[in-house]
């Protein structure tokens, strides 16, 4: 089967490469929906889908106070309020509170302007924040203050701790691991440094909040900021929920707190205090989801007018590989391998696409970064990894499914030994008479040449041929037109079913069994009657046989090699045997038989040795012959076929391989020429 694949695939490059136009519209087509594509999934994986890079994400949230009386959604909170979610919940494991304000950094050169947070000793652990140097905050970096003096510099105070940014600490101290445990100057105000966060980190927040995020160092606040005044809300609070616990369940939590608050202080009874608990991840990127999903989908209907606009053009390509289609199935290929086939073109479009549509993403994302708004969350962190080319990959199987089912469907459909008839035409034959002819003549040696070709496009000439060789054939009768056939039905088949078939075709193209000449003029006044491709047409004997059974004797190198019962019970391909007993109907053939078939060593050796000089007399040397015996045993001998193939399970059953008696042949002869050859030199 991986051989098959792999042939099926250098196939397919080698007939794109061959239509360069063709391939390069559609290779763009892909590229340019799937690029777009994987781009913007690219943004919306990163700023939507991807987890927000903190310990067990799915349990932290934020904790709002909406004032309904002022209708504002995000309130910040008290210090009061923060201490009693501390003290009146139980669904939080911990809560930790923020708040951001510009400073100054002085000291060790020229003054900085930074953006300082301040926050509770726990939030950084609470976010499972791992320093690159030092540590984070803890417990004894609290202190109490004066909430009067809060934010003003006490040179009494001890000097507070202060983590650093990664940035900060680069950029001011040149990455200096010497400068833990020195203290800086932050609005004038002695800071002891603790430690260094990672490079990648970055506090996340909703594009609504009035908290800043890039933030350069992380200061501590006092430990009592529940003794702060309770109508000054400062505080951005993040909570982490304990293990189990629903977001329903904590929402019902603070509920239940926001209604005793409510009782307790006229002021949130007078602001109608709620208390919402909201998704870290859900609050982050709430404002961006509505425009990248909508982005995104609009970006994946372009692909499929881009697959609709590819599997039309493939469609015009199927159509001109009609012949070629029937080749390979005549071959032995069944409509299941075709398909296959097509589809592994298509999977080699869609790949070729891909890695182009890669590289226009490439791009995208840069120009997407460079424009994209400051509030969009973590759009710097957008980039080709492993699940956007995970993505790429099945974008790339999909579109092929896509753009490549339709046609691959379409040129399996119906009959696909009409591609190989010459509709209204004798070009084919000639063609193929012409080339063995030329072969020929310029001292080729050509198996089955234009004499076989000559006995292969005619039933007229097998049945002379046949009958001079001493083999019986059913009683047939030649007509020219159908004007005549009808009369030619009354006085040759008087009472007796008839089959119409032409002269020029082939498994059972154009057969048809007629119990009355009435029948058969029906349908040659109706629509459905087609002319033979040289205007002739045989009225044949319909011979009825005991057992639903048929026989094909292959041959190779003229010689006999085994023979093949076929049950046609369902149908085979058209015989003049009682499988056509469906009324006045087409014949029940199909280009695969679903009878069995069943290989015999030997036929009749009188039969045999007739085929034979039949063969050699009409210069075919690989054929096979059918025939059908009737109610009283005799045979008759209905068609030859110069074009011939082998039912493999039957061989495999048989242990038989006419393909391999086949090579064996052609080996041969190819030797035999060989040799000729360098004697001629």
């Known amino acids: 089967m991986i051989r098959d694949v792999l042939r099926d695939m250098r196939y397919a490059v080698r007939s794109f490469a061959r239509r360069p136009l063709f391939t390069g519209v559609i290779l ?36 709002w106070t909406r004032l309904a009386a002022t209708d504002v959604a995000r309130s910040l909170v008290s210090g009061p309020d923060f201490k009693d979610y501390q003290t009146e919940t139980t669904q939080f494991q911990e809560f930790a509170g923020a708040i951001a304000i510009p400073g100054t950094l002085t000291g060790d050169g020229p003054p900085e302007r930074i953006t300082n947070a301040y926050v509770t000793y726990n939030l950084l652990s609470l976010l499972g924040v791992q320093p690159v140097l030092g540590r984070t905050h803890i417990a004894e970096d609290a202190f109490p203050i004066d909430p009067k003096q809060f934010g003003q510099p006490d040179p009494k105070l001890p000097p507070g701790k202060v983590v650093l940014s990664y940035g900060l600490w680069q950029r001011r101290f040149g990455g200096d691991p010497s400068v833990l445990g020195r203290t800086i100057l932050m609005d004038g105000w002695g800071s002891q440094v603790v430690g260094v966060l990672p490079k990648d980190f970055r506090i996340y927040l909703p594009a609504d909040a009035a908290m800043p995020t890039n933030i350069d160092a992380w200061g501590v606040l006092p430990s009592n900021i529940g003794d702060f005044e309770r109508e000054a809300a400062w505080l951005t609070v993040v909570t982490r929920l304990k293990d189990g616990v629903t977001p329903a369940q904590a929402q019902a939590d603070m509920d239940r707190l ?27 990127v709430e404002h961006a989801r509505p425009a990248l999903l909508a982005l995104l989908g609009a970006v994946g209907f372009v692909l499929l007018i881009a697959c609709a606009n590819i599997a039309n053009l493939l469609l015009v390509r199927a159509a001109e590989r009609g012949r070629e289609i029937a080749v390979r199935a005549a071959l032995g290929s069944g409509r299941g391998r075709i398909v296959a086939q097509m589809l592994t073109e298509s999977l080699v479009l869609a790949a070729a696409g891909t890695v182009l549509g890669l590289l226009l993403a490439w791009q995208g994302i840069r120009v997407i970064k460079a424009l994209s708004p400051a509030n969009l969350p973590r759009i710097q962190n957008v980039s080709l990894d492993a699940g956007t080319f995970a993505f790429a990959a099945g974008v790339a199987v999909l579109a092929a499914i896509l753009f490549g089912l339709a046609p691959a469907l379409r040129a399996v459909r119906g009959n696909l030994a009409d591609g190989l008839r010459d509709r209204g035409t004798d070009t084919g034959g000639q063609l193929s008479q012409e080339v063995a002819t030329s072969g020929r003549g310029h001292g080729r040696r050509v198996v089955n040449g234009p004499r076989a070709l000559d006995l292969e496009i005619s039933k007229a000439r097998q049945y002379a041929a046949l009958e001079a060789a001493g083999i019986r054939t059913p009683r047939t009768v030649l007509v020219a037109g159908k004007d005549r056939l009808v009369t030619a039905a009354r006085e040759h088949f008087a009472g007796e079913p008839v089959i119409l078939k032409p002269n020029r075709g082939g498994k059972g193209l154009g057969v048809r069994l007629f119990q009355t000449p009435e029948a058969l003029a029906d349908y040659l006044a109706g629509a459905d ?44 391909e058209l015989c003049p045997a009682d499988q056509c007993a469906v009324g006045d109907a087409f014949c029940p053939a199909g280009e695969e038989p679903r009878a069995k078939f069943t290989i015999v060593d030997d036929i009749d050796a009188g039969l045999k040795r007739r085929c034979e000089a039949c063969l050699a007399a009409s210069g075919i040397e690989v054929a096979g012959i059918e025939f059908i015996r009737d109610a009283d045993g005799a045979v008759y001998t209905y068609d030859v076929n110069t074009n011939t193939n ?26 035999q020429a060989e040799g000729r050859a360098q004697a001629a030199e």
């Open 646 to 671: 082998y039912n493999p399970d039957a061989e495999a059953r048989a242990g038989r391989s006419a393909m391999t008696a086949l090579a064996r042949f052609l080996g041969g002869e190819l030797a």
């Open 529 to 572: 009657y087609e002319p033979p491709v040289d205007g002739i047409q045989l009225l044949q004997q319909y011979v009825r046989a005991p057992a639903p059974l048929i026989t094909r004797a292959e041959f190779i190198g003229g010689r006999f090699l085994y023979a093949v019962e076929v049950d046609t019970s369902d149908g085979f």
């Open 258 to 284: 926001a209604t005793h608050l409510r009782e307790t202080y006229q002021f949130h009874a007078t602001q109608k205090l709620q208390i919402v608990v909201g998704g870290m991840q859900h609050d982050v």
């Open 28 to 63: 763009l087509t892909l590229a340019l929906g799937i690029g777009s594509t994987v781009a913007i999934f690219s943004v919306a994986n990163a700023v939507l889908f991807r987890a927000l890079p903190f310990k067990d994400p799915d349990r932290l949230a934020f904790v």
